[in-house]
Nanobody, 123 residues
Framework: VQLQAFGGGLVQAGGSLRLSCAAS????????MGWFRQAPGKEREFVAAISRYGGRTYYADSVKGRFTISRDNAKNTAYLRMSSLKPEDTAVYYC?????????????????WGQGTQVTVSS
């Protein structure tokens, strides 16, 4: 499956952005979807994940209460709504997919990755 993430940009602290991840898969609902991010000089880290039909979600502690992951299987698209953004949220954000059912937070469990979209939060 091919993934394309978009929707990043420059936003002031406290602002919001919505990232989208469009998938090429005909059976998008087969895949658990996740979002990861990588800040300059740091390792890539887990942000959020969602089960195949959206019934279960999982978040990193650093974004819990501020970010919301969702999906629309009819549109083959996953989303990451980011609110109350902080400068430390600045990173390249990647979407990823894997088969299975339960949301995953471990990077190597994901088989397919998008190209990333830059999010920059100014103070």
């Amino acid at each position: 499956v091919q993934l394309q993430a978009f929707g990043g940009g420059l936003v002031q602290a406290g602002g919001s952005l919505r990232l989208s991840c469009a998938a090429s898969a005909r059976t998008f609902s087969r895949y658990v979807m996740g979002w990861f991010r990588q800040a300059p000089g740091k390792e890539r880290e887990f942000v959020a994940a969602i089960s195949r039909y959206g019934g279960r979600t999982y978040y990193a502690d650093s974004v819990k209460g501020r970010f919301t992951i969702s999906r629309d299987n009819a549109k083959n698209t996953a989303y990451l709504r980011m609110s109350s953004l902080k400068p430390e949220d600045t990173a390249v954000y990647y979407c990823a997919a894997t088969t299975g059912d339960s949301p995953r937070y471990i990077e190597y469990e994901y088989d397919y990755w998008g190209q990333g979209t830059q999010v920059t939060v100014s103070s």
